[in-house]
């Protein structure tokens, strides 16, 4: 990725994965299968990790996001 890589496919990969790639890198600007994307997840260590406390309205705030209410 830091050398400008915008996706990555196996040499096995079946003809619609293909096509979705190519729309996605074309549309996103990226593709990365599931596989890639949790190798790429896994290389971060819990120490990169910064935790914040939420107070109980951002809490709420989050989950009506998560809605198809509106806020």
Not at 4 to 18: A, F, H, R, T, W
Not at 24 to 44: C, L
């Amino acid at each position: 990725m830091r050398k400008g890589i915008k996706g990555y496919l196996s040499k096995d990969v079946q003809p619609k994965e293909l096509r979705d790639a190519l729309i996605s890198v074309s549309q996103k600007g990226y593709y990365y299968t599931d596989y890639v994307t949790g190798k790429i997840v896994a290389t971060f260590s819990p120490e990169d990790r910064v935790l914040i406390d939420l107070t109980d309205r951002e809490i709420e705030f989050l989950k009506l996001c998560c809605t198809d209410l509106s806020y």
